[in-house]
Each structure stands twice: as structure tokens, then as C-alpha cells.
């Protein structure tokens, strides 16, 4: 069974960053596409990035060339670092892989 578990959210001002962490274990985390997802409050769940196991990249156009995303096999981690935060960018971010979800990291951008 995969498990996966989100770190790095916190509050930060407009034009901030934040590195987000997602800990998978379980399966062969190297052979895995890992996606970053989120979902603020009243919206529905929204795809941020994609990363396939030959670390092809993809990016929601809200995102794209402000957010990425890489992962290191060796220590089984995906990461999203996210740059030039906007207040929108406000919600829960989870990483995700076939199915198997973390229960989110919150990120908060004001003004």
C-alpha cells in the first residue's frame, strides 16, 4: 500500500516562496508518476504539475513558469517548489500517485 505524506506549507506574503516535500513509501516509488494537486475552500480539487517516472514535466498554465516540480528517487520524495506565490495560490496541496493520495500540506499567500 502506498502512503504519502505532504510537509513544507506554511504562510507567506505575495511574492513569496515555499518548497513543498511529499514522502512516498510503499511500491517502487522510481517506476511511479507523481502529481501535485490542490484544492481551496468552496473550489473544486484543481491538477497543479505532473512528474513521470522519466521526469517529463507538465504544469497547470496557472502555474507554469512559477511552480515546479522534480523528485529524487533515492530518498523517495517529490517536491514542488513554488515561487512568486499569489494570494489564489491559497489551498491545500497534495501529492498523489494512481489513486493513492497524502492528506495535504495548507499553503497561505496574503496580500
Known amino acids: 500500500q502506498v502512503q504519502l505524506v505532504e510537509s513544507g506549507g506554511g504562510l507567506v506574503q505575495a511574492g513569496g516562496s515555499l518548497r513543498l516535500s511529499c514522502a512516498v513509501s510503499?511500491?517502487?516509488?522510481?517506476?511511479?508518476?507523481m502529481g501535485w494537486y490542490r484544492q481551496a475552500p468552496g473550489k473544486l480539487r484543481e491538477w497543479v504539475a505532473r512528474?513521470?517516472?522519466?521526469?517529463?514535466?507538465n504544469y497547470a498554465d496557472a502555474v507554469k513558469g512559477r511552480f515546479t516540480i522534480s523528485r529524487d528517487n533515492a530518498k523517495n520524495r517529490v517536491y514542488l517548489q513554488m515561487n512568486s506565490l499569489k494570494p489564489e495560490d491559497t489551498a491545500v496541496y497534495c501529492c498523489?500517485?494512481?489513486?493513492?493520495w497524502g492528506r495535504g500540506t495548507q499553503v497561505a499567500v496574503s496580500p
Open positions: 498523489d500517485t494512481a489513486g493513492s
Open positions: 510503499g511500491g517502487i516509488f522510481s517506476s511511479k508518476a
Open positions: 512528474i513521470s517516472s522519466g521526469y517529463t514535466t
